[in-house]
Structure formats: C-alpha cells, structure tokens
C-alpha cells in the first residue's frame, strides 16, 4: 500500500539523549530513516507554494500535479 504524506520540514531535529546528539529526520527523505542522512539538502531548491515529488532513494525532486487538500 502507498501514501502520499506531505512534509514541509527541511532540516533534522537535533536530540540529546545522551552525551552525543542524534540529528532525526524530519523531511521524510532519508534513507536511514528516522536518522538524518543529509538528503535534506534536496528540499533547498523548493519553491514555497508547491509540492514536491521524490523518487524511492529521495532523490529527483519534481513539482506535483495540483491535488486537493487533505481531511483532517
Ligand atoms: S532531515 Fe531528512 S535527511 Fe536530513
């Protein structure tokens, strides 16, 4: 089964459960998720407004076809 999940965060989460912080992701692209691998760095090139497809590896972004909000 698919979703389409929309996700405006561009940058990780900083945490610090111990001595040593962990950055989470929080973009939903990275692919050691839920630790931040830098694919962040995708979402620079968005323009506010528009939404964004990615492929599988979270790569190639690509404005999506204008859809309806969703339900709460
Ligand atoms: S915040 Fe998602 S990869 Fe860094």
């Given at each position: 089964?698919?979703?389409?999940?929309?996700?405006?965060?561009?940058?990780?989460?900083?945490?610090?459960?111990?001595?040593?912080?962990?950055?989470?992701?929080?973009?939903?692209?990275?692919?050691?998720?839920?630790?931040?691998?830098?694919?962040?760095?995708?979402?620079?090139?968005?323009?506010?407004?528009?939404?964004?497809?990615?492929?599988?590896?979270?790569?190639?972004?690509?404005?999506?076809a204008p859809?309806?909000?969703?339900?709460?």
């Amino acid at each position: 089964m698919a979703r389409l999940v929309h996700i405006t965060a561009k940058r990780p989460i900083k945490i610090e459960p111990s001595d040593k912080p962990v950055w989470v992701c929080a973009c939903g692209l990275s692919q050691k998720f839920p630790l931040c691998d830098g694919h962040h760095k995708q979402c620079d090139t968005e323009q506010d407004g528009t939404v964004y497809t990615y492929d599988d590896q979270g790569n190639n972004p690509k404005p999506a076809a204008p859809t309806a909000p969703p339900e709460p």
